[in-house]
């Protein structure tokens, strides 16, 4: 049973267009996170739900809008995808929010989405 | 800019050998952990460590912390090739920073069978 799972794995497409990755997670967590990792391996948070709420939103392009359904799940769709986007993007989730029981969570991370943009 | 920096970037050492990885940030924190990532997966997290703590242990990790210094210290004792993996320190701030970590750029760890 994977705990925090992302689909796709791998995404190859070309600059321009509009792609989406998924995220699920089955811990019953109430906070999720999309992280962008580089080339250089620096791994940068972009943005956090806690129960379906806009949490955290870093200094990210307006064309990266993230949607979450239901607190299982946080979506990232990404328009007019650029050459800078390419990385892996990986969700990550935690029980709770940082802060509110004195200290930060532990976040747990899916296998990450490789994006390549053409 | 960053937050936490790693030292060594890369370092390659023998199974059974101790590996001792360091982490700087800049502001004041109100915990750090330190992750591990095997290639192409992601994050596992091994330790957190707060503020008010100098020292904790994990199985054959040994985390130290000095605020004054603003540095943190990952041991793995008794290396195997299974720890192969790049291992990150992230920072919590505390406050109204609620789930941001900052990761730091993380040391690519070797051991030789």
């Known amino acids: 049973d994977t705990a925090v799972s992302q689909t796709p794995k791998y995404l190859v497409t070309q600059m321009g267009n509009d792609k989406s990755i998924k995220c699920e997670q089955n811990?019953?967590?109430?906070?999720m996170y999309w992280y962008k990792q580089d080339s250089k391996k620096f791994l940068k948070i972009m943005f956090s739900?806690?129960?379906?709420?806009?949490?955290i939103n870093e200094t990210v392009p307006n064309r990266f809008s993230p949607k979450s359904p239901d607190k299982a799940h946080l979506n990232l769709h990404i328009n007019s995808l650029e050459l800078g986007d390419s990385a892996v993007y990986f969700c990550?989730?935690?029980?709770?929010?940082?802060?509110?029981?004195?200290?930060?969570?532990?976040?747990?991370f899916g296998p990450g989405t490789r994006l390549t943009v053409l | 800019s960053q937050q936490g920096e790693e030292d060594p970037q890369a370092l390659s050492i023998q199974e059974g050998e101790n590996a001792t990885m360091n982490c700087s940030y800049k502001?004041?924190?109100?915990?750090l952990q330190w992750y591990r990532q095997n290639s192409g997966r992601g994050l596992v997290h091994l330790i957190l460590i707060r503020s008010n703590e100098r020292e904790k242990h994990s199985g054959r990790l040994r985390v130290t912390l000095d605020t004054s210094k603003k540095s943190s210290s990952l041991l793995i004792t008794a290396s195997r090739a299974a720890d192969t993996a790049s291992y990150f320190c992230a920072t919590w701030a505390g406050g109204t920073s609620y789930g941001k970590l900052t990761f730091g750029q993380g040391t690519i760890l070797t051991v030789h069978p």
């Open positions: 739900y806690n129960n379906k709420e806009l949490i």
């Open positions: 990550a989730s935690s029980q709770g929010l940082a802060g509110s029981r004195g200290g930060a969570d532990t976040q747990y």
């Open positions: 811990l019953g967590h109430d906070t």
């Open positions: 502001t004041s924190i109100n915990n």
